[in-house]
């Protein structure tokens, strides 16, 4: 009766439209051979993180479904909240600073 324990690539998945890939491990405890108990974890290599995919060894659907055109889009969407949010606090520092010069009086 030995007890081992085992974390397997269980499931992998193509995910929204800049095709992330989702890796489901299972992480198993195995009796003689049978697995008595599973437990799951998922992570997520974003489109166009090379590194991130070959440590999980998905390199290869990586360049299957990768190329450079998904990789920019992809930089492109999340550059872009980014950039709206910078626009977005700039302008509320300047209306605090108006209502502020407006609330200070003149001497």
């Known amino acids: 009766m ?3 324990k085992q974390k397997v690539q269980d499931k992998i998945e193509i995910v929204s ?3 992330h890939i989702q890796i489901r491990y299972a992480n198993q405890i ?3 051979g049978t697995v008595i108990s599973s437990a799951f974890e ?3 290599v974003s489109c166009g993180d090379y590194d991130k995919a070959d440590e999980h060894n998905v390199r290869a659907i990586a360049d299957a479904v990768w ?3 998904l990789i920019a889009a992809y930089e492109a969407q999340i550059a872009q909240p980014i950039a709206e949010e910078v626009v977005e606090e700039a302008a509320a520092e300047e209306a605090v600073e ?3 010069s407006e609330e200070t009086p003149a001497e």
Do not use: G, H, I, P
Request: overall charge negative.
């Open 2 to 4: 030995a007890l081992t």
């Open 17 to 19: 439209e800049f095709k």
């Open 30 to 32: 195995v009796e003689d």
């Open 42 to 44: 998922r992570t997520v």
């Open 67 to 69: 190329n450079a055109d």
């Open 98 to 100: 108006e209502s502020v």
